[in-house]
């Protein structure tokens, strides 16, 4: 992967530098956070993830489309095998929201949350930019540049999953941090889907090593809408309600 580090990697260092040092994410973190907070933080970001999931494998598979119209047989077809995978992710997101709600419900003074209210809610625009970078990209001419989104998007669950996992355990305990599934399959299976588009990655930066960094932009871009989507979630948490606020 020397392509990669030498071409890439140090057009993406600076966003997801800010997994680090973006003050909603610090917040997420900190030891002080008010567990509703927390918990109404989760309930907001798996609702909107519906939105967020719902397009993904037609994003992957038109990529690979994409990339055999340009001439990248390989990496296309590796590409529209891989988003079968991702057929129907958005319904974990759903499932989640649902078991969330349920569990906030049960333990929270009234007016009791409906998921249907919650997925029915306008997309902020931190939500609409990053579907609109994924289809600017793939129908774009370097629409390689969705592999990188991809990838830029898993680092995010491999790297500040497993933090935030452990603050949700520490915070709001086991009974809620079991009902994660998504976060949690994803901590473990991006894993491998980030070894994936790298490979690929690699494989289109050796054939055009001058778009590396158009690519690594993309996927710069879409890490840094994905944190503002976090952080919109997290203030929607936050400004909630006074009741919500002042029950002890």
Known sequence: MELLKKLYEPHAVKARARLDTDPALCRLLSPSIEPRVLERFLIEWMARA???????D???RRTGQRCIEKGMQKIGNALIIHAKSETGHHLMTLEDTHALVRHWNAHQPP?????????????????KSYRQLHDET???????GQIAIEREVGYLAVYFGPRLMKQVDSVLGTEVSSLLSFMAEHVAVDVGHTLLNEKLLEEAISRSPDNARIYAEAGAR????YIRFLGDCLRIAENQPTPLRSVA
Do not use: H, K
Not at 111 to 127: H, K, N, W
Not at 222 to 225: C, E, I, M, R
């Open 50 to 56: 519906v939105y967020m999931t719902e397009p993904v």
């Open 58 to 60: 037609g994003w992957i």
């Open 111 to 127: 007016p009791a949350l409906r998921v249907e209210d919650l997925i029915a809610q306008s997309p902020t625009d931190s939500m």
């Open 138 to 144: 793939i129908e774009g001419d370097f629409p390689v």
């Open 222 to 225: 879409a890490l840094n809408a």
